[in-house]
């Protein structure tokens, strides 16, 4: 693993924790959607998931397969056990809310404050790219429209 990405693991809360309490940080990359859609599963039972297939595989694809964000939502969707899932994906799919709707009061789970520390570990020129992603308009980007963007070659 690159040393600025392991950087992103050292968060002041987290440090304390590895530092105090013996803590190992662990790196967890998207879930395969299958292993997205049984961690939800066995977060929110296995009846439930059963009973709103469509949603869990849309919730966990909204979440971009991430353990924190498929955490998070289970969260939510586990303090209103009588809300249908797809009233929380109809909050998760609305871009402009998506980051509201995925946070918490703890900043060591909480989704705007990780990615700020994975972003100020970005070597200058990822973070340069990276906020010029963030004005395109759609989910993905193709490489030759990221540098073009960015103005760089391909």
């Known amino acids: 693993m690159p040393a600025h990405a392991s950087q992103a693991l050292f968060a002041p809360k987290l440090a304390g924790l590895v530092a105090v309490d013996g803590a ?50 289970a969260a939510r969707a586990i303090a209103h056990p009588t809300e249908p899932l797809a009233a929380l994906v109809d909050e998760v799919r609305d871009a402009q809310r998506r980051l509201d709707v995925l946070s918490t009061r703890d900043s060591a789970a909480d989704i705007r404050a990780v990615f700020s520390w994975s972003y100020r570990t970005l070597p200058p020129a990822a973070a340069r790219l990276f ?24």
């Not at 190992?24 to 879930?31: C, G, I, R, S």
């Open 24 to 73: 190992v940080p662990v790196v967890l990359a998207p879930l395969h959607p299958h292993d997205a859609y049984e961690l939800l599963s066995r977060r929110l039972g296995a009846r439930r998931t059963d009973r709103e297939a469509g949603a869990v595989t849309e919730l966990a694809s909204l979440c971009a397969h991430l353990p924190l964000a498929l955490n998070i939502a």
């Open 131 to 154: 906020r010029l992603l963030g004005i395109h308009a759609g989910p993905d980007i193709a490489v030759p429209t990221a540098s073009s963007l960015a103005g760089l070659p391909t």
